[in-house]
């Protein structure tokens, strides 16, 4: 069994800073690229940034220059700093891992997501 973690989400001030983090834990054998997805009120997931198990990563235009994508492989972790927070950034932020367990292929995983607010 393989779960992931997400904490660190709530409400902050437009311009403000949050840090999120989600940790796997479970059956782990490796853990391929993990990452961050959004999504707002009647609109559809979308991606936020990844990294690849090597510290590649990949932001979408909205978010480039603020956020940084990070991850602790000894920690089975990944990070998400959000800085120069917007209005627009309010959504449920979904952590993302693509992992092989012990003697199994590898599959997708998800977080339980986590709120974050920015007020105007």
């Known amino acids: 069994q393989v779960q992931l973690v997400e904490s660190g989400g709530g409400l902050v001030q437009a311009g403000g800073s949050l840090r999120l983090s989600c940790a796997a834990s479970?059956?782990?054998?490796?853990?391929?690229?993990m990452g961050w997805y959004r999504q707002a009120p009647g609109k559809q997931r979308d991606v936020v940034a990844t990294?690849?198990?090597?510290?590649?990563?990949n932001y979408a235009d909205l978010v480039k220059g603020r956020f940084t994508i990070s991850r602790d492989n000894a920690k089975n972790t990944v990070y998400l700093q959000m800085d120069s927070l917007k209005p627009e950034d309010t959504a449920v932020y979904y952590c993302?891992?693509?992992?092989?367990?012990?003697?199994?292929?590898?599959?997708?995983?998800w977080g339980q997501g986590t709120q974050v607010t920015v007020s105007s």
């Open positions: 993302y891992a693509a992992i092989q367990g012990w003697g199994r292929p590898a599959y997708d995983y």
């Open positions: 479970g059956s782990i054998m490796k853990i391929y690229d």
């Open positions: 990294i690849t198990n090597g510290g590649r990563t």
